[in-house]
């Protein structure tokens, strides 16, 4: 889907989709987003789609482009343990996942943020005070009076 978009999206902008690479521009944004702030992911990928427009476009210019954007992301982030593996375990750094699904790599300069396993669930005291018993339930039975006759001309009463 995200291919057939991108092809789409190129023509009507005459742009050629053989020089976009989808996994590089999602490790951009996925970088920009975790060393900066989520919303620089869009303002990142379209400041250098801006640049390498304004350098003369081109294959080799975005890739220029988005590595020079790559290094000034990596001076955001602290240092990574190069023990850690990407959180989908893929191992290439794209969390996207779209990397694997297109067989490409991730991007040269490709920054892998450390993994922070979720803390642990911390068990709230509840005074006993609040702690509710079984109550006690009791559900009179229902009386029904019918009035009329039976079938056999009889009044009948339960």
């Known amino acids: 889907m995200l291919d057939e978009w991108v092809t789409k999206l190129s023509q009507e902008i005459d742009v050629k989709p053989e ?14 987003a975790h060393a900066v702030a989520r919303p620089a992911a869009p303002i990142t990928a379209f400041i250098v789609g801006y640049a390498a427009g304004m350098r003369g476009g081109g294959r080799e210019t975005i890739a220029q482009t988005v590595r020079e954007a790559m290094a000034a992301i990596a001076s955001e982030l602290p240092p990574v343990d190069p023990s850690v ?51 006690e339930i009791s559900v009179p039975s229902p009386s029904v009076e019918v009035s009329g006759t039976a079938g056999d001309g009889e009044s009948a009463r339960s």
Do not use: F, K, M
């Open 19 to 32: 020089e976009i690479s989808i996994s590089e521009i999602l490790d951009l944004a996925r970088d920009a």
């Open 85 to 135: 593996v990407s959180s989908n375990g893929n191992g290439n750094g794209a969390s996207h996942g779209y990397g694997a699904i297109s067989g490409s790599t991730a991007a040269p300069g490709s920054i892998q943020p450390p993994v922070t396993p979720a803390p642990a669930p911390v068990p709230v005291p509840v005074p006993e005070s609040t702690v509710l018993a079984p109550a």
